[in-house]
């Protein structure tokens, strides 16, 4: 039997265990271990550089567990600082590669061009393009973290999900359709920035739709996501989430932080607007007040 074979039948096995055993603890980390394990092997035999695969931080006893979900232009990595500090907290954490290639930036048509003339060999025979969002753009993102959540869930049923931009996106939607303990969402992408670069591709996308969505898959994917977020959101969250964004964030407009706060229904939500910070929170001079918020929230429910 192949490696992943094995380790598959591994994880089958252990769920049913689990199933019928869920007060097993040791039972339970081996189940998340396995699943982990199969997780890199895929990752490890797809050539992922060893600091862009997913992490996991298990504890040795009982414990709380934390689903981190990255950017999309970021990698596991991005979450790493904060799944360290609530390892340090006591909590399992678990860091994730989504299926969103974070090669595939958002170039410009001039550079497109270039590329596909780069692309073409001596025959005039055109190249592959790069590597995009893998799996069905956001729904193979959506698809894989619900997958490991259900994992962590059968590991602790006291997960939490913290996820940053395009991640904090997916952890929403987690939201809905899984019992999670509550919701951490760090600068979630739910409205993009103003300036004249969005204006330019929300116009090339009414006019050029599927040139548009080639040459910037990325910002096309959130997008996708973004509006299929707000529609199903509703007027109530009656979950409890913790909402994190800095004041001068540059990608993201301030108008997600009132959207998702005018709909919270639940005492133990949490919003805070940071003076300061840019868009990436989870890095730099604020991240160490951004982790403590998080563990707070955690600890506070």
Same mark, same amino acid.
């Given at each position: 039997?192949?490696?992943?074979?094995?380790?598959?039948?591994a994880?089958?096995?252990l769920?049913?265990?689990?199933?019928?055993?869920?007060?097993?603890?040791?039972?339970?980390?081996?189940?998340?271990?396995?699943?982990?394990?199969?997780?890199?092997?895929?990752?490890?035999?797809?050539?992922?550089?060893?600091?862009?695969?997913?992490?996991?931080?298990l504890?040795?006893?009982?414990?709380?567990?934390?689903?981190? +979900?990255?950017? !999309?232009?970021? /990698?596991?990595?991005? *979450?790493r600082?904060?799944?360290?500090?609530? %390892?340090?907290? &006591? $909590?399992?954490?678990?860091?994730?590669?989504?299926?969103?290639?974070?090669?595939?930036?958002?170039?410009?048509?001039?550079?497109?061009?270039?590329?596909?003339?780069?692309?073409?060999?001596?025959?005039?025979?055109?190249?592959?393009?790069?590597?995009?969002?893998g799996?069905?753009?956001?729904?193979?993102c +959506?698809?894989? !973290?619900?997958? /490991?959540?259900?994992? *962590?869930?059968?590991?602790?049923?006291?997960? %939490?999900t913290? &996820? $940053?931009?395009?991640g904090?996106?997916?952890?929403?939607?987690?939201?809905?359709?899984?019992?999670?303990?509550?919701?951490?969402?760090?600068?979630?992408?739910?409205?993009?920035?103003?300036?004249?670069?969005h204006?330019?591709?929300?116009?090339?996308?009414?006019?050029?739709?599927?040139?548009?969505?080639?040459?910037?898959?990325?910002?096309? /994917?959130?997008?996708?996501?973004?509006?299929?977020?707000?529609?199903?959101?509703?007027?109530?969250?009656?979950?409890?989430?913790?909402m994190?964004?800095?004041?001068?964030?540059?990608?993201?407009?301030?108008?997600?932080?009132?959207?998702?706060?005018?709909?919270?229904?639940?005492a133990?939500?949490?919003?805070?607007?940071?003076?300061?910070?840019?868009?990436?929170?989870?890095?730099?001079?604020?991240?160490?007040?951004?982790?403590?918020?998080?563990?707070?929230?955690?600890?506070?429910?």
């Amino acid at each position: 039997m192949k490696t992943l074979e094995r380790i598959d039948q591994a994880v089958w096995e252990l769920r049913e265990r689990v199933r019928q055993s869920p007060g097993d603890l040791t039972l339970r980390r081996d189940l998340l271990r396995f699943f982990h394990e199969s997780v890199l092997y895929i990752e490890r035999r797809a050539g992922v550089p060893e600091r862009d695969r997913s992490f996991l931080l298990l504890q040795q006893r009982e414990a709380l567990g934390v689903l981190l +979900l990255h950017g !999309a232009g970021g /990698t596991p990595d991005e *979450m790493r600082s904060l799944g360290d500090y609530l %390892y340090s907290l &006591g $909590f399992t954490a678990y860091g994730i590669r989504l299926p969103i290639d974070p090669r595939s930036s958002d170039s410009g048509f001039a550079d497109y061009a270039r590329r596909m003339i780069r692309r073409r060999g001596g025959d005039g025979a055109q190249h592959s393009a790069a590597p995009g969002c893998g799996s069905g753009g956001w729904s193979g993102c +959506l698809a894989r !973290a619900e997958v /490991t959540l259900s994992t *962590m869930l059968a590991y602790s049923a006291d997960t %939490y999900t913290a &996820g $940053f931009s395009f991640g904090g996106t997916i952890a929403l939607n987690l939201m809905r359709s899984h019992p999670v303990r509550g919701t951490i969402l760090l600068s979630p992408a739910l409205f993009p920035g103003g300036g004249t670069r969005h204006a330019i591709f929300r116009a090339a996308l009414r006019i050029l739709p599927r040139l548009t969505r080639r040459i910037m898959p990325v910002r096309s /994917t959130m997008l996708d996501l973004i509006m299929m977020t707000r529609t199903a959101i509703g007027d109530d969250i009656r979950e409890p989430i913790l909402m994190v964004q800095a004041a001068d964030d540059p990608v993201l407009s301030a108008r997600g932080y009132q959207f998702l706060q005018k709909r919270s229904r639940n005492a133990a939500s949490r919003f805070v607007l940071l003076p300061s910070g840019g868009h990436v929170i989870v890095r730099g001079d604020q991240s160490r007040e951004v982790f403590r918020i998080c563990g707070d929230f955690i600890k506070g429910i």
